[in-house]
């Protein structure tokens, strides 16, 4: 017999089978004796009270015998001379778009701009060190997309777009562990993830899908209101019918390249402001009510959200034991983000603290759908020039900030490029600025002890989602002027994360096939 049970316990109990077994029989009422196995479905922390719990789901294998659980990938069938799908774009909408091609009998192609994952760490390390922008290769662009070398967060929100566990168990069946399907806020890891990334290539290599490295889009060629083929910076000239765009939040030549062709396109709210960084400890001590969590418990996150003079402020992409990386994808600006091993190890915590923005903050820019990129971008190049012109980033202590201050020294950060003292008002809109603050003063009351002068921010967080949305069809999820052309994932406003960009992408590729086939 198996049976579903539900239990609260320690952080020391719930990590140790020995322990958990003798537990849940306690709790179950159960003869240790009788239990074979004790399988964890559901885990997450409960940190409200004094004392730091666990709360587990579990299976309670009664008498029974446990052969353990192997998630199969599923039977992909060899499609390298079936009608093809051309996908541009090899981040997480575009990756899975093209296995979910497969597996429904059609031929993915994916032309990526930016180079294979492992090529890619060189031109990050000439980023990190060098200060040095590669346009087609950045830790925005290249195999597997922002997500790949961005810490690799699961969790979302958006399970009404559909099946969550689906792409997580494909991700486990590629590699990640199964700690995935039961953390309540899963997490692979930058060091994992491109080995994941690589698996998920070869499989499409594997079955007769292909996928085009260095290989930029310049050109979409349409007729009569319906996509018939690809131009390439390679010359390249890919004849199609059927196109799934999948180029992230970043693409902004491919923005610009559909205003030129008047393809539309919307300007879309999205946040900016800044990414925070303090001692992993200190939040630990917050978050846990103690002064040492212990060998037990995972290094603690937070998330926030506050409302400032009619807007929202909030925490986002939040990662604990991790760094803070350059995400710059053009000379002349700077970009911070935020990544995190897999056992998020380091000593610093950071988070992106951004504030929402409107469409009527874009109002300098005119009507134009690209407005919102615009603004975006005008921000991240002056903190360019008020960093001092390289990828140094214009940064505060936390406190300095509040009280608007110029830092007289900076604490040590794990942004690699180098951080230049600055007054972040000379980066940021006035109202940004003042929200920034007010917000922060109002984060210390619920967090006591978050404002401190050991914090330190950087300039800017911009690259929360896409400034751009590219309309389509509900039904068909087609654009809603071009046939054969689906706007997907994060690039087209759809999702926000590699799980609904994942999820996004599957739903393109079935809608597409659907249409090749009829």
Sequence with gaps: MIKNFQLRTSPEIAATQELLHIEVAKQARLNSKDITHVEILKRSIDARQQSVKINLKVDIYINEVYDGKVIPLPEYPEVSKENPV?????????????????ELGKKPIILERGKDVRTRRRDLKALNIEHVVDEDSNYCFGEGGAGTYSDGKLYTRSKKRGDVNRILELLVGFGATSDILVDAHPHIG???????????????????????????????????????????ANGDHFKTNHVILATGHSARDMFELLERKAIKIEAKPFALGVRVEHPQQLIDKIQYNCDYRGEFLPPS????????????????????????????????????NGWSPSKRDQPTANSGIVVELKLSDFTKYGNSPLAGMYFQQEIEQTAWSVGGETQRVPAQRLTDFVEGKVSNSLPETSYKPGTTSADLRTVFPEFIHQILRSGFKEFGKSMKGYMTEEAIIHAPESRTSSPVRIPRDYNTLQHVEIKGLYPCGEGAGYAGGIISAAIDGEKCAERCVMTISS
């Design 86 to 102: 051309y996908i541009i774009g090899a981040g997480p909408a575009g990756l899975f778009a093209a296995l979910r091609v497969i």
């Design 190 to 232: 930058t060091n994992k993830l491109p080995a994941i990334i690589a698996d998920i290539r070869e499989k499409i290599i594997e079955h007769g899908g292909e996928v085009l490295f260095e290989t930029r889009v310049t050109d979409l060629i349409i007729d009569n209101k319906e996509i018939q083929g690809i131009k390439t």
């Design 301 to 336: 996150p937070y998330s926030i959200v506050k409302q400032i003079n009619g807007r929202g402020m909030y925490s986002f992409c939040m990662c604990p034991g991790g760094v803070i990386a350059p995400c710059a994808t053009s000379p002349g600006e700077v970009v911070t």
